[in-house]
Nanobody, 120 residues
Framework: QVQLEESGGGLVQAGGSLRLSCTASGRFFSIGHMGWHRQAPGQSREWVASITSGGATNYADSVKGRFTISRDSAKNTVYLQMNSLKPEDTAVYYC??????????????WGQGTQVTVSS
């Protein structure tokens, strides 16, 4: 069983910043890709950013240049620094981590979500 605990969401004014954190715990050998997705009311969940175990990053065009994803592999933690926030960034943000157990394919795990609200 793997648990992902997220924190850092909240209410912020447009132009402000927030930093999300997500820590994985439980039974696994290592963690591969980690990332963040988000879901706004009435919309489907969308990918925001991801980072490989080697530190390579990718971003959705909508957040490129404003968001930065990073990870501390020793702490099994991924971060999302969000700057220059816009009202359209308002959503529930979900952490995703691909955990690896020996002899098994990677397993995708999701956090419970943390609300980010950006006021105009």
């Amino acid at each position: 069983q793997v648990q992902l605990e997220e924190s850092g969401g909240g209410l912020v004014q447009a132009g402000g910043s927030l930093r999300l954190s997500c820590t994985a715990s439980g039974r696994f050998f290592s963690i591969g890709h980690m990332g963040w997705h988000r879901q706004a009311p009435g919309q489907s969940r969308e990918w925001v950013a991801s980072i490989t175990s080697g530190g390579a990053t990718n971003y959705a065009d909508s957040v490129k240049g404003r968001f930065t994803i990073s990870r501390d592999s020793a702490k099994n933690t991924v971060y999302l620094q969000m700057n220059s926030l816009k009202p359209e960034d308002t959503a529930v943000y979900y952490c995703k981590a691909d955990t690896i157990r020996l002899g098994r394919p990677p397993t995708a795990n999701w956090g419970q979500g943390t609300q980010v609200t950006v006021s105009s």
